[in-house]
């Protein structure tokens, strides 16, 4: 997946929320992220490029997981594990299996304090050049930021309209031949 083509719409994210904004790929047997742009803010939520996130307790892995086959689910699942990372990281397997069902159906990943305590992020997955998901981006932000459900609506909003916009600039990419 070329995936320049976020590097506005993270951008574009961060400028309009002043939140972080990230950008997480599917390797082999892990899902990492491979762009951020932090929030200005001296109280936020952060990301480091090269950081590999866990698939049931992160936006970003929930919003890639969900959308593999089983076997790829599977595979990483085992290399990262299922980690309790605070009192509401999803440990359960029947539970987590749940949730990806629901990530699919809203092509919405949630993270409420799953990694880190008072921290919230949303992600959503990017469809690739090959019509497979390998990508997600986020937004993430301190729950005291997160004002109310029209704040979060908007938040929802512009993220699936960047991972819609995000798609279209690959696949104008693969029809041009680049």
């Known amino acids: 997946m070329r995936l320049r083509a976020a590097a506005p719409r993270l951008q574009d994210l961060n400028r309009e929320f002043h939140e972080t904004a990230s950008l997480a790929a599917l390797f082999d047997n892990r899902i990492e992220v491979v762009a951020v742009v932090e929030s200005p803010q001296t109280i936020r939520m952060s990301n480091i490029v090269g950081h590999i996130v866990p698939p049931n307790a992160s936006s970003l892995g929930k919003a890639i997981t969900a959308f593999q086959s089983d076997e790829r689910m599977e595979k990483l699942l ?27 159906q809203r092509r919405l990943a949630l993270d409420r304090e799953e990694s880190i305590e008072d921290g919230n992020c949303f992600g959503v997955p990017i469809v690739g050049e090959s019509g497979e998901v390998t990508a997600a981006i986020s937004l993430s932000l301190p729950k005291a930021r997160l004002r109310d459900a029209d704040h979060e ?16 600039d690959l696949q104008a990419r693969v029809a041009a031949g680049k």
């Open 153 to 168: 609506r908007l938040i929802v909003e512009a993220l699936t309209a960047a991972s819609e916009q995000i798609t279209a």
């Open 78 to 104: 085992r290399s990262y594990g299922i980690y309790r990372f605070t009192a509401h990281s999803v440990v359960n397997r029947g539970d987590l299996f749940r949730e990806f069902e629901q990530v699919k």
